[in-house]
């Protein structure tokens, strides 16, 4: 699982040899700027639409050894060889256009300063920031802003040719959501992603995959988690994803680099893990699968560690397929150290919940807790990048073997560093909620992300014979557990017992931070994202939204969170806390009792009564409101490039980092580096 914030939001490594130069590789050192001072790091990179590109550093990077250096410069070159797995995903015509775009881009050589070209230069940069020609958040197809006919002249310009209906589907209403999650229809019919074949149904995929019972029921297999499922003869078959099958030639260069990773592993432990993950790529097993989770959760020493495959099932809209994503970690040891309480403390957590007694877990097992420093990021983490992430998903490894929690310390750093503070100042209630945010709000969104993972996703227990989340809530299963993981944390974040713990200095005013924080977004300014009219879709987005005005409506009698029209402007003020926590524990329980015991109609009434629609007009006051910032919605990242030398005999002697000169040179390199699957397949 992972956390996405509003204003927190990453793909990475190039290469270069310095002794011996390889000739393919000369051509990306002649696109770098000189290496960026540590003193003068430049976060902002540009901005253009509803987006802004940052860069991030690598602390500690020169305190690892050659050997971790090698085994970190090889996952993230892993990573980097699936990337356009995740294109792919995104849509069947995702790869076709972006070569025809980046061909245009690069060949053309006509007039560059005409509002026509700006315009098809933002829509291609908003392209590679969403893989794909549909919004990385809002999942509505992106609207070029230049003309049919100003394409196709460049079209011809630069004897680019774009088969007739990937043409087409830029401008017409085809395919118009990557993910339809709205009730009442078919979602796999009307959604564009690419995890299902032409005229495959919900009915189709409820009844291949209601067929399929697991070896062991106890530790049911993630069916459909690495597959296409079509129809062939009227028949429905899965492609899976594996070496010799669908994306066997990403994958084949996948298990080259994760093998050459193998080799420098840091220990036993971790070399297991990843033969077992280099075994599921060429076989592609479920049960492999669930044997390289278990390995990979047990391997907590070391310092480097990684997140690698088909993963989270946000972009399918049953929640059975996962997308590609890498996300490649040096341990951050100090601040590992002071959050590890949490680890050590998940019992308390679990006991002192307000949890049924029968949805508790007797012995939360095994969750590890980290601060790290992403060193790369691929796939479906990048360029949009979670801030937070708990793995595995199975809720029956969570349960016997424990999970692992990472903080990403340096993107939240990069965000913060990149920040204003005008937006907050035109949403904030009064003076003292802007000083509380002002103060307190970095701790408090720290430690909420590290609740949310470490606690959060961790705590509660299925009743006996209720099947997973994902067959019994289908496509509310995702929303229903980030909020569920949210309120753990918003639950204990005002609690004195972070302050016994060491974790704050304050746990009053820490809390009272996260929850006006959490109220001010999930009301009010998370809807700059949307478009007037929009239901909110996204599974973050909703579960903010659920959360908060189920708190707003539960609370209405006693004036708990107060709605303020001042000048004409709506806020929210929070008048007591501590009644508020006793709601947000209420939701707890029952949501908790949701998932536990399955009940799809509770989820249902849950999230469409309170996750989904819009009030209109406070949406198009906080639009307005918004006009007067620059400052983009939502942020993504460049990845730094990780540059090896090496020696007469070919040997890596050492690797530097440096950071790409702009956004358009990172994906242009990534394009022409990590260009191994046919444009349709």
């Not at 299902?196 to 067929?211: E, H, I, L, Q």
């Not at 129809?231 to 070496?243: A, D, M, P, Q, T």
Request: aromatic letters at 12%.
């Amino acid at each position: 699982m992972k956390l996405n914030k509003l204003l927190f939001f990453i793909a990475i490594v190039f290469t270069m040899i310095a002794c011996k130069k390889d000739p393919n590789v000369q051509d990306q050192i002649n696109q770098q700027e000189q290496e960026i001072a540590q003193d003068k790091f430049e976060y902002e990179v540009e901005q253009f639409a509803d987006l802004k590109i940052l860069r991030y550093q690598i602390p500690g990077w020169d305190n690892l050894t050659l050997k971790e250096q090698k085994l970190v410069y090889y996952l993230v070159q892993a990573g980097l060889s699936g990337r356009d797995i995740m294109w792919d995903q995104n849509y069947r015509y995702n790869l076709t256009i972006r070569k025809a775009l980046e061909k245009v881009y690069t060949t053309y050589e006509g007039d560059k300063n005409s509002e026509d070209w700006k315009a098809f230069e933002t829509y291609l940069k908003r392209v590679w920031f969403s893989n794909g020609i549909h919004h990385h958040y809002s999942n509505d197809k992106i609207k070029p802003e230049f003309s049919q006919d100003y394409f196709s002249s460049l079209l011809a310009a630069t004897s680019t040719e774009l088969p007739k209906e990937a043409y087409e589907v830029i401008f017409n209403n085809e395919d118009a959501k990557k993910v339809n999650q709205a009730k009442g229809v078919d979602n796999v019919a009307l959604s564009a992603v690419n995890f299902y074949g032409p005229k495959v149904t919900n009915a189709d995929v409820a009844s291949f995959y209601g067929k399929m019972k697991s070896p062991n029921p106890d530790k049911p297999l993630s069916y459909g988690l690495n597959s296409q499922l079509v129809k062939e003869n009227g028949k429905l078959k899965e492609r899976v994803y594996k070496s010799g099958g669908l994306y066997g030639v990403a994958i084949d260069e996948i298990i080259k680099w994760l093998e050459k990773a193998k080799e420098v592993a840091e220990n036993q432990a971790q070399g297991d893990a990843i033969g077992l993950l280099i075994e599921y790529y060429k076989t592609g097993d479920l049960q492999t699968w669930d044997d390289y989770n278990v390995a990979w959760t047990a391997a907590t020493e070391g310092n480097i560690d990684y997140i690698n495959s088909f993963i989270e099932v946000y972009n399918d809209p049953l929640g059975y397929r996962g997308s590609y994503e890498t996300i490649v970690q040096i341990k951050d040891f100090d601040m590992s150290k002071k959050m590890a309480v949490l680890s050590e403390n998940a019992q308390w957590f679990e006991d002192n919940s307000p949890l049924m007694d029968e949805h508790k877990k007797d012995s939360v097992v095994g969750v590890s807790y980290k601060v790290v420093a992403v060193a790369g990021e691929a796939g479906d983490a990048s360029p949009s990048t979670p801030i937070g992430v708990n793995l595995p998903n199975a809720n029956w490894i969570r349960a016997a073997v424990g999970s692992k929690s990472v903080s990403l310390g340096n993107i939240i750093e990069a965000y913060n560093n990149a920040g204003g503070s005008g937006r907050l100042k035109e949403f904030v209630h009064d003076e003292e909620e802007f000083e509380l945010e002002e103060k307190y709000g970095q701790v408090a969104d720290k430690l909420h992300t590290a609740l949310h993972e470490v606690v959060g996703h961790a705590s509660g227990q299925l009743n006996p014979g209720v099947g997973e989340t994902k067959e019994t809530l289908k496509n509310y299963a995702s929303t229903m557990e980030e909020g569920r993981a949210d309120l753990v944390g918003l639950y204990y974040l005002m609690d004195p017992k972070l302050q016994e713990l060491g974790l704050v200095e304050d746990w009053e005013k820490v809390g009272k931070a996260a929850y006006d924080g959490y109220i001010r977004n999930g009301l009010m300014t998370q809807l700059i994202r949307l478009n007037l009219g929009d239901d909110v879709e996204e599974a973050h987005m909703r579960n903010r939204q659920w959360v908060s005005a189920w708190a707003f409506e539960q609370g209405a009698k006693d004036n708990v969170i107060e709605k303020v029209t001042r000048d004409g402007k709506t806020y929210y003020n929070i008048n007591d806390y501590q009644k508020l926590r006793e709601i947000f524990g209420r939701l707890l329980r029952e949501t908790q009792r949701i998932k536990s015991e399955g009940d799809y109609k509770a989820a249902e009434a849950l999230v469409e009564g309170y996750g989904v629609k819009v009030d209109q007009a406070t949406h198009a006051e906080v639009l307005k409101r918004n006009e007067q910032f620059t400052s983009a919605p939502y942020s993504g990242f460049v990845n730094p490039v990780l540059v090896p030398e090496m020696d007469e005999n070919g040997e890596i002697t050492k690797i530097m980092v440096t950071q790409p000169k702009d956004f358009a040179t990172q994906m242009l390199e990534y394009s022409k580096k990590y260009n191994f699957l046919p444009e349709v397949n």
